[in-house]
């Protein structure tokens, strides 16, 4: 890494604070997919659209891992109001193979109304989610569980994470399978 030497001005603390700015910039979730001929990442890779015609499941991945800490992401649901789940995988074990949903790394919510524990689904979850909900996904690495709360119907529901299931580092998981969805970090 290397300063621009006209923008430091020889003190610790104006370097303190650029360095602060940098990891602030570097902490900002991201998306990131393994197939972008599926997925169209937009918005510095804060928006995350399906654009294939074949409704195959699509991963889209966060860019930060979560091994400690309680985090809050914030998603909307821009377009598509289906199969779309939000949740989280183990980074180092991210669910291989064309159901991503079904694998015991997997962790989170169908906007549909399931949920996945293990890979594993139940229904009824929670209220079905609809188009410019903005729901928040907290990843609480300490107590290894998770909570989703919409925030137009201040639905809330909360799973526990099997750490032997889904080792650490956690990341962001979003599935779907159905051309134009879309979501958004906000």
Not at 28 to 50: G, K, P, Q
Not at 68 to 87: A, C, F, N, Q, V
């Amino acid at each position: 890494m290397k300063f621009d030497e006209r923008f430091i001005d020889g003190e610790t603390s104006a370097t303190t604070c650029a360095v602060r700015i940098m990891q602030l910039e570097q902490e900002v979730e991201r998306f990131r997919t393994a197939n972008s001929s599926h997925v169209r990442l937009t918005d510095n890779d804060r928006i995350c659209e399906y654009i294939n015609q074949d409704n195959a499941w699509q991963c889209v991945f966060g860019t930060l891992n979560y091994s400690t800490g309680t985090h809050t992401i914030r998603l909307r649901l821009e377009k598509g109001s289906s199969d779309i789940l939000m949740g989280i995988c183990s980074r180092n074990r991210s669910p291989p193979g064309p159901l991503f949903y079904d694998k015991p790394t997997t962790h989170g919510w169908f906007t549909h109304g399931y949920t996945l524990t293990n890979g594993c689904g139940s229904f009824p979850g929670w209220p079905q989610v609809k188009e410019t909900d903005i729901l928040e996904l907290t990843i609480n690495c300490s107590e290894q569980s998770l909570t989703i709360l919409n925030e137009k119907s201040r639905a809330q529901k909360s799973m526990q994470v099997n750490i032997n299931a889904a080792p650490f580092p956690w990341s962001l998981l979003v599935l779907f399978d159905r051309k134009d969805s879309r979501v958004s970090l906000v």
